[in-house]
């Protein structure tokens, strides 16, 4: 082989899982759920890549320290390498134990956050390997038929395992059977505030009381508006809505609240307006299209009880179909921006 395709492949694939997990954690919505099924069919697909290259590597290190004890001088540990496959493997040790095991913790965080933080550190390494390697993505590789077939049928493998593993899972009646598309577990639905809760870096704020805060609605609109608690408490529009959180749980429940596009209807509008920036007392927003808007509740009570704290009291934005982190808590400002809402990171830094 001019090429070793173990190594190319592999970094083919990683890529590819990188970038499907990342599509797949911000998508909320059944529609996108495309983008989690490849995560799982490359992740299988990786499996048996895995098998040979680790193989390499740990036949390597093997020869290297028989080299040693004879005082021969060996080459480079290939530390790179050895890294990439050991994260690779906890990585999709985590996902297989979490995927159908059923949900479980380590130090306060579930096996799914263990397992996006295992996979993170996997992109420099991998970059790193590429720039290291690069002599072996030239594009003749791909020419190559026989690199071809061992890709689609890698591909191919993937699909049937993961239908495989899937079919026992359910067909055992395995926790797992009983997740969602995103992979998350129910979690007290309809319990008011007895779900879970958590917040985007752990966000937790003084409480609020509510003489004291007023929603502001500000920006590019015609009319600034400074609303106050009991003004917000006398709209009692009902939505059911499930919140996915990416830390691995979900919780359907009955929101009350006012939609947020009456508030923006309210200010009006200003032609330019193209997004909507939802604005915690923590600082940390998440920005929306004005179409958008139409979704969206802006929440005072769930079930039958007034937002707790921790749930984001006063005041908590409800945005079905998509992930938790949107959801913003102890909502205080809503900004009307001239620019899109593409303009922020798909997931937030502050």
Known sequence: MPYPWANVILLF????????????????????????????????????????????????????????????????IPYASLAIVLLLALSVSLALAWSHTGPFKFQGFSGVS????????????????????????????????RNFLRTGGLALAGLALWQLVEFTTSGLKLPGSQRRFTGSYAAASFSGNSFPTTSWINDDPDRIEPADWTLRVTGHV?????????????????????????????????????????????????????????????????????????????????????????HGFPLRLVAPGRRGYQWVKWVTTLEVNDTSKWLQSPLPLQ
């Open 114 to 145: 263990w397992h996006i933080y295992v996979s993170v550190p996997l992109a420099p390494l991998l970059l790193g390997h590429a720039l290291s390697k690069r002599w072996t993505l030239r594009p003749i590789f791909w020419a190559q038929r």
């Open 13 to 76: 694939l990683l890529a590819a899982e990188l970038a499907t997990g990342l599509f797949g954690l911000v998508s909320g919505s059944s529609d996108r759920a495309i983008y989690l099924h490849l995560h799982r069919i490359l992740g299988f697909s990786i499996l048996a890549v895995f098998l040979w290259k680790s193989r390499n590597i740990f036949r390597s290190l093997s020869r290297i320290r028989r080299l040693r004890a004879r005082k021969t001088s060996p080459t480079p």
């Open 222 to 310: 015609q009319r600034q508006l400074s609303i106050p608690y009991d003004e917000i408490t006398a709209h009692d529009t009902r939505m059911t809505a499930t919140l996915d959180c990416t830390g691995g749980w979900h919780s359907t429940q009955h929101w009350t609240g006012i939609p947020l596009r009456e508030l923006l209807d309210r200010a009006g509008l200003n032609p330019e307006a193209a997004s909507v920036t939802v604005r915690s007392v923590t600082g940390y927003t998440r920005r929306f299209s004005i179409d958008e808007t139409e979704e969206l509740l802006l929440a005072t009570t769930v079930g039958d009880e007034t937002l707790s704290h921790r």
